[in-house]
């Protein structure tokens, strides 16, 4: 029976960083919470040794070593009464070059191979559709929202972060507007995290660089601007991102400089200041870093907006809902992976099986 197998879930983290916080650690905290069995696996793991049989299995960003591989591990977890989903929350166009040839070469493997993508996107599922027409959107949200702060905004000294992950293309388009910003403006100090090259274009009295952070550390180092530029430049893969970034700054009371791509759907909130092309970054920060009363303004409404609207826990409810329809439809699920997979006269066939059993 079906019935026999209460929900359980068996999360693997193939790519540990200080992105999971947001899309794996902080979720299955709440769900824990909440009392559901879950558990979070980092890698190495081997799947004898850390998978129970009749589980839910989430897997984050899987590189097997190619298609044969990725089908052997979904049929050995099929066998012992799983559902594998692949956790994904970039489009694979973003990964570094190294990462998307290993995918290309096996056929994106990781994302069709699965009962279905676990994603934090409607535009990026839209996008993997072909590939994976199975997918369930959880949008990312923030665990931790601190009161709102508004006396930085009053300081006379003005902290400007730049810390978007792979963003290099977008930051040459800004770097010398941003150096003759820190030349101009004796107050003017730019916090630059992850991106090297950046940090050596800039003026080094004034800038404070840090290599890649955990995520509380990276937190507290946002807690101490008052303004974070988010270049983004326009496409779909762009597009296929979450808002998380302006989320955080909202949380911390950090007023955020956002675009061209993505951030528009929320310009009727006011929360962030928008641009249309990536030169108009920098001359939209500086405006805002010299209007107080519109950067208190921006920064109280993006504050309100997030801690009614993005808080974490209001979907753990949600998210306990989702994987329980989840597992109650596991049967349907596979007859229609079989079918899918079947399909590929390159990979071995698979047969259906009953899922209130072990194999």
Same mark, same amino acid.
């Given at each position: ?7 359980? %879930? ?5 790519? !540990? ?13 709440? $769900?824990?919470? $909440? ?43 099929r066998?012992r ?21 290993? $995918? ?23 996008a993997l ?97 008052? $303004? ?29 400089v956002?675009? !061209? ?12 200041? %928008?641009?249309t ?8 920060a ?19 907006w ?54």
């Amino acid at each position: 029976m079906l019935a026999d197998h209460p929900l359980r %879930l068996e999360v693997l983290v193939n790519s !540990p960083g200080p992105h999971d916080q947001v899309r794996i650690r902080d979720p299955i905290q709440g $769900l824990k919470r $909440l009392g559901v069995d879950c558990r979070i696996h980092e890698r190495p793991f081997r799947f004898s040794s850390c998978i129970k049989p009749h589980s839910l299995v989430i897997w984050q960003r899987p590189l097997p070593e190619g298609r044969k591989r990725q089908w052997e591990h979904l049929q050995w977890l099929r066998e012992r009464g799983c559902l594998l989903l692949t956790e994904w929350d970039d489009h694979p166009d973003l990964f570094p070059e190294p990462i998307r040839k290993r $995918l290309q070469d096996m056929a994106l493997a990781p994302l069709e191979l699965c009962h279905g993508l676990h994603t934090s996107s409607t535009r990026l599922a839209n996008a993997l559709n072909k590939i994976q027409p199975v997918a369930w959107v959880l949008e990312n949200r923030v665990s931790q929202t601190p009161e709102l702060a508004l006396n930085k905004h009053r300081a006379p000294h003005l902290r400007v972060l730049v810390a978007n992950q792979n963003r290099e293309r977008e930051h040459q388009h800004i770097v010398k507007e941003l150096a003759r910003w820190i030349e101009q403006c004796e107050q003017l100090e730019v916090v630059v995290i992850g991106d090297a090259a950046l940090a050596k274009q800039l003026p080094q009295s004034r800038i404070e660089y840090h290599q890649m952070l955990d995520y509380g550390r990276y937190r507290l180092v946002l807690r101490s601007c008052q $303004l974070a530029l988010l270049p983004l430049e326009e496409g779909e893969a762009n597009a296929c991102k979450t808002p998380i970034k302006l989320l955080e700054c909202a949380a911390e009371s950090v007023a955020a400089v956002c675009g !061209p791509e993505l951030y528009e759907r929320f310009s009727s909130h006011e929360v962030a200041s %928008l641009v249309t092309h990536l030169n108009e970054v920098v001359p939209k920060a500086r405006a805002l870093a010299g209007n107080q009363r519109e950067r208190i303004r921006q920064v109280t409404r993006a504050h309100a907006w997030v801690k009614k609207t993005w808080q974490a826990e209001q979907a753990d409810l949600e998210r306990i809902w989702l994987y329980q329809n989840i597992w109650k439809c596991r049967r349907t699920m596979d007859a229609k992976l079989v079918d899918r997979v079947n399909q590929d006269s390159t990979l071995p066939p698979m047969q259906k099986k009953e899922f209130g059993c072990c194999g």
